[in-house]
């Protein structure tokens, strides 16, 4: 009988233990996610969605006479996220339109994000025939990060402008990144 009780207080203890330490891995886990997730929005942009459907706005017109046609070749020299600047890019898309630099809440709860590049004039709710001024407000129908989709946003400055959907590896040797979205004109420069 007292090895009975033995091998059940062994096994009970084991069994607390083990749920113990799963119990510690996951709070370090959860904690460490949080710093993680935290240090991305002290980042630049770096929770995008990097890679997107290739899909674009309804109403987005392609550029009638782009510098970078699709599937010419170019340098990105914007620095939205982590190994961004310096990257090789083949242009997926060119479309004339309105960029527009946002300060947004997320609908998921997390931190306002500030000066967003880019969101075009088509990815703006009842967006109309007239461009957005600073300081307007805004509803975004865009879903480049996180909490983004349907977010109440404000317009902090509007470019008229070619903008580009762009395929790049990152330069800092990250996976490749399809059909990212926007880059402006300004932010690419031909390959020498």
Known sequence: MKQWKWILSSLVLVSLITLAACGSDNEESADEESEQESGEEEMDHSDMDHSGSGEVPEGLEEAEAPTFEEGDKAVITASHMEGMDGAEATIAGAYSTIAYVISYE???????????????????????????????EVTINASHMEGMERAAGEIESAEETTVYMVDFTPADGGEEVKNHKWVTESELEEME
């Open 106 to 136: 997320p609908t998921d709860g997390g931190e306002r994000v500030e000066d967003h590049k880019w969101i075009v004039h088509e990815e703006v709710e009842d967006a109309g025939d007239e461009p957005f001024e600073s300081g307007d």
